[in-house]
Nanobody, 126 residues
Framework: QVQLVESGGGLVQAGGSLRLSCAAS????????MGWFRQAPGKEREFVVA????????YYADSVKGRFTISRDNAKNTVTLQMNSLKPEDTAVYYC???????????????????WGQGTQVTVSS
């Protein structure tokens, strides 16, 4: 059974930092492009960042570029999202997602991913 489990969410003041982690099991992690999406109340789920299965290429939403950094550790089956300079508009539930052998711009598409975590809440106060 495939499982993606996020952790590290919480409450932080604007300008602060959080580190989210996603632990994967039940899949061949090295063959999966991993992404982070977020969903604020009343809004659609949106792309945040992804890292590909093959070259480790990264893709960032313009809204987080320069503030967020994604990384992966294939030996530990984990993907990490380091979030710095957080803003109130970053408040959302953050979801880890996996998509087998996704590459290029497809990695930014929500519907391209096969597996999803349960989400972790990030709240940024002003």
């Amino acid at each position: 059974q495939v499982q993606l489990v996020e952790s590290g969410g919480g409450l932080v003041q604007a300008g602060g930092s959080l580190r989210l982690s996603c632990a994967a099991s039940g899949l061949t992690f090295r063959s999966y492009t991993m992404g982070w999406f977020r969903q604020a109340p009343g809004k659609e789920r949106e792309f945040v960042v992804a890292i590909t299965w093959s070259t480790g290429s990264t893709y960032y939403a313009d809204s987080v570029k320069g503030r967020f950094t994604i990384s992966r550790d294939n030996a530990k089956n984990t993907v990490t999202l380091q979030m710095n300079s957080l803003k109130p508009e970053d408040t959302a539930v953050y979801y880890c997602a996996g998509g087998r052998t996704l590459s290029g711009g497809v990695a930014r598409l929500l519907n391209a991913y096969n597996y999803w975590g349960q989400g972790t809440q990030v709240t940024v106060s002003s």
